[in-house]
């Protein structure tokens, strides 16, 4: 009676350890291939051209349209000059809500404009379309884009007056201040960098 | 004389004669557990203060809890942002309520039904996730800092923790490991990195080294136990442990992989830094740290025994060591780490200190498990130049102790 008691509990025992093993094996599988689950569903096309406003250093992405020097002028004062200044420029004691995107090229002023601090032109159209005007972000066509985009890299002596900006020049528009950017030299350890 | 209770506040969980004689009455006929389930409508904490609560029954259970109305931790908010008390906290957790803001056009508000991720680009199958589909996949939780890159401020001598670097909060993060929803969609060879994008009106993007999310990026629904704030992204957000707060994107709507970087304005012209005669971009890690929160202005310290206090952490890994000086930084002590220490984590240090009275000045520093020892400001600007900017400095920051024990902020110049 005893004994057998015994026996069952050493059949039990060696089950169970057999169980747990089998467990831990299936579990390093998985994270060596992990499973495809099978949530959410595929994208459509009208989804992502909806949503996929980016455009790239390298101008992928840049949509159809053009822009020139005089109309973005027009268009800058009507919709950006009252947070980002007449021109563009930081005048008098009241620091401007915007701050100011123009000062002479390269210029070693404490202010960090379009033209000394910024090394892509395509980032100046990526973020006015995507979150300018501030009260009204998404509000302004292509072309005013590109218009305003001339603008502000004309007032900055970085192109000239009669430049019509679009998706294939725009790129190639070089910033004075790329020159000075340089990739995250610290690599962790002892140096202070 | 015998004024037995002081009534602080006159709001529903305050005990009015109606409830007490409801209670009384209710006493007689129901169960303890009934009695105490009167005003389980209203939010009850007691606010009646008694000279001796062991006198009188106190408030019910209540739906939501709230406060001692004798604590009042508050962000400190600016136009663009709001910092963490750190000086009233204990340990390293932060109220979700407390943890700082940093966003740039707002809060958006989201119906968490409506809210999609769609991932495309350099992938098999591009997709789109709803928030149900994203809490399907295997649930990770971990406790990690988030920190502002430009969390430094100095100046005065009345500063708090909360004013000199208020930019970062911890929590413990819940969601999906990125690496699971990018095996999902399956990633294409060419890839190496990922642009993240938020769906708040300054549809905030970066970009991201693809290698972070094969490393430790999530994509997170909670926040220390229930659905992420709306400030911290409501209802989803990326985490990218020991990265800068901005590329932690918030109200994450899209992540698109590509061959190469973006170049969005917020890793140009944003969260980049003069050193020397360059401009550093893409510094993503933020480099050790730590900051003495008690004894920390406007504390006030008695002669004796006083336990310094604080916390340190590393953008890369694990804090191994900090060290506590009593003496201007002449010499330096160990101080106690609380176990257990996480890696990118705020980690609790403490260093019992018998103060004779003397004015002094306390500073603590870190060392990291990459060997990264805490510098001080005068290196960084060595290192860096005068023109040094406001991201990405960690430097060692002293409080000085009056002979009176009030505590003061030394500030210490660097800008040109």
Redesign the interface.
């Known amino acids: 009676m005893v004994f057998s008691f015994l026996v069952v509990l050493i059949v039990i025992s060696i089950n169970d350890s057999f169980v747990v093993a089998q467990k831990r094996q299936s579990l390093n599988d998985d994270l060596k291939k ?1 499973i ?2 099978g ?5 459509t096309g009208v ?2 051209t909806a ?8 101008g992928k992405g840049l949509p159809a349209g053009q822009g020139d020097v005089k109309k973005g002028k027009v268009i800058y004062h009507s919709k950006c000059a009252v947070c980002h200044g007449v021109g563009g420029r930081q005048t008098g004691e009241a620091k401007l809500p915007g701050g100011a995107l123009v000062s002479d090229t390269l210029a070693t002023g404490k202010l ?1 404009t ?1 033209g000394n ?4 032109a ?2 100046l159209f ?2 006015i379309r ?2 300018m005007p ?1 009260n009204l ?2 509000s302004l066509t292509n072309n005013e884009v590109y218009s305003l985009s001339a603008y502000l890299l004309n007032a900055n002596n970085i192109v000239g007056d009669s430049v019509v900006l679009n998706a294939e020049n725009l790129a190639e528009v070089v910033m004075p ?1 790329k020159k ?7 690599r ?6 | 004389m015998k004024e037995k209770a002081k009534i602080i506040e006159k709001t529903p969980g305050s005990i009015s004669r109606r409830t007490l004689l409801g209670g009384i009455l209710a006493a007689a006929v129901l169960p303890v557990d009934e009695l105490f389930a009167l005003e389980k409508d209203t939010i009850n904490i007691p606010n009646v203060i008694n000279e001796d609560p062991t006198k009188a029954p106190g408030p019910g259970p209540s739906p939501l809890g709230k406060r001692s109305t004798f604590e009042k931790p508050v962000r400190k908010p600016s136009d663009i942002s709001s910092r963490t008390p750190l000086q009233d906290l204990h340990s390293t957790i932060t109220p979700a309520d407390l943890h700082f803001e940093r966003h740039h056009a707002g809060i958006p508000a989201i119906d968490p039904d409506k809210h999609q991720l769609l991932i495309h680009g350099l992938v098999e199958q591009p997709m789109m996730f709803t928030l149900a589909d994203l809490k399907r996949f295997p649930s990770i939780t971990r406790t990690c800092f988030i920190e502002c890159a430009g969390n430094f401020r100095t100046g005065k001598e009345e500063m708090t923790p909360q004013d000199i670097l208020g930019l970062t909060s911890q929590s413990e993060w819940t969601g999906v490991l990125l690496s699971t929803i990018f095996n999902e969609v399956g990633v294409q060879a060419e890839a190496k990195w990922f642009l993240a994008e938020g769906a708040d009106a300054a549809v905030m993007t970066r970009t991201i080294p693809l290698a972070k999310a094969w490393d430790d990026a999530m994509i997170v629904y909670a926040q220390n136990g229930e659905a992420i704030r709306p400030e911290q992204g409501y209802p989803i957000r990326l985490l990218l442990p020991g990265f800068e707060g901005n590329m932690n994107i918030k109200w994450l709507r899209r992540i698109e992989l590509s061959e190469e970087p973006y170049m969005t304005r917020e890793e140009t012209s944003k969260y980049t830094y003069p050193v020397k005669d360059k401009i550093r971009m893409f510094s993503f890690e933020m480099d050790a740290r730590s900051i003495i929160t008690y004894p920390s202005y406007p504390q006030q310290i008695n002669k004796g025994y006083v336990e310094i206090r604080g916390l340190a952490w590393s953008g890369r890994g694990k804090v191994i060591k900090v060290e506590v000086s009593t003496d201007s930084g002449k010499t330096w002590e160990i101080a106690k780490l609380q176990e257990p220490v996480l890696s990118k984590a705020h980690t609790y240090f403490r260093y019992l200190w018998n103060w004779d009275g003397s004015s002094t000045e306390i500073l603590s520093r870190v060392t990291d498990e990459t060997g990264y020892l805490q510098p001080t400001l005068k290196q960084l600007v060595e290192v860096r130049g005068p023109n040094i900017g406001g991201y990405h400095m960690n430097p060692v920051t002293a409080w000085q102790i009056r002979k009176d024990g009030s505590v003061l902020f030394k500030p210490e110049n660097y800008t040109k």
């Open positions: 992990p495809k689950f949530f959410g569903r595929a994208a989804e992502i949503w996929d406003i980016d455009v790239r250093s390298d960090k379009i601090y910024w090394p892509y395509t980032t990526d973020y995507r979150a501030y972000p998404g201040a000075l950017f340089i990739m995250d030299d610290r962790g350890g002892a140096e202070i960098k």
